[in-house]
């Protein structure tokens, strides 16, 4: 058991919010890494559904007496945006829906996209790995994740063949995969029903990218051990959060949390080694040097 009243802060070391003292949060990190994978998915999945549950409730209380039709388009508007409102619309998912308990009942997440997404690339050959807020939440601390990131190895000749297994359940565009394989960049496959999207990264070309599909890890999410999905290593989640953060001029405080969580809760299973080796190699030296201070690491 920890022992608070003794604890001493390292120098430089930042707590995951404001409000959070050091003390507690040494029991928090120690919760984090008891947990079986199980259990921190539950934890994930109830967090993520209770977003969407709020945002619903708001919707009602905006849009009192709405059709379901109203009440998509307008889901539809504040979780992924404007652009995607006529596009999700033209199909009406939840025209045979009534009340808030029924949209409830189809509500998901991004783990439970993550698994089904995990199974078609699979059974199509296509190697995968799941990064973004779901590997560092699985990770890391756990939170509520928006939407799952994928970087996915997709060959030319496999184009069509996705495609046409996802079209029907998902809205997916040829057009936008074929630019996105072409292009090393990316496209958007969202779930028809539950609104669930998935960005689909593809895979670079440059040795980095190589390299964490390699040391990608199976990660079961079950306790019958039925559910499983590739996801980021713990040291190469920490790399990529640190170059999202400075390609986004490093103002973006969730991802510098993010980073900070699984620091904290892989501590001990870190290859330190490997992180300041690709931390050079990535220009990332000076990012990676106030991350370990930040999360206590730094003697590391």
């Given amino acids: 058991m920890l022992q608070t009243s003794s604890a001493k802060i390292p120098v430089g070391y930042i707590t995951q919010a404001s409000d959070t003292s050091f003390e507690i949060e040494r029991i928090l990190v120690e919760r984090w890494q008891q947990m079986l994978p199980h259990q921190k998915t539950k934890l994930i999945k109830k967090s993520t559904v209770g977003c969407w549950k709020l945002c619903l409730i708001g919707i009602l209380h905006d849009l009192p007496g709405a059709t379901t039709q109203a009440i998509r388009r307008e889901f539809i508007r504040r979780k992924l945006g404007d652009n995607w409102i006529e596009v999700l619309c033209n199909q009406d998912n939840w025209e045979n829906l009534v009340g808030i308990e029924a949209i409830e009942t189809i509500m998901e997440d991004a783990l439970w996209l993550a698994v089904k997404l995990g199974r078609i690339l699979e059974e199509l050959g296509i190697p995968y790995l799941v990064g973004g807020s779901v590997a560092s939440s699985l990770l890391g601390e756990p939170r509520a994740t928006l939407d799952l990131d994928l970087v996915v190895d997709v060959q030319a000749s496999q184009i069509e063949l996705l495609v046409d297994t996802l079209t029907g359940e998902f809205y997916i565009s040829i057009d936008a995969v074929r630019d996105a394989v072409e292009r090393k960049a990316l496209f958007n496959a969202i779930h028809l029903e539950t609104t669930e ?34 996801i980021y290593s713990a040291e190469d989640i920490i790399l990529q959060k640190l170059r999202w953060y400075r390609m986004g001029m490093g103002i973006s405080d969730r991802q510098w949390r993010d980073t900070l969580g699984v620091l904290k809760v892989q501590a001990s299973k870190l290859d330190f080694e490997y992180l300041q080796q690709w931390g050079s190699n990535l220009g990332l030296d000076d990012l990676l040097e106030r991350a370990l201070l930040q999360a206590g690491l730094e003697n590391r």
């Fill in 197 to 230: 999207k998935a960005d689909f990264f593809i895979l670079g070309n440059d040795e980095f990218s190589r390299e964490k599909l390699r040391r990608r890890q199976l990660y079961t999410l079950s306790h019958q051990g039925n559910s499983s999905i590739y």
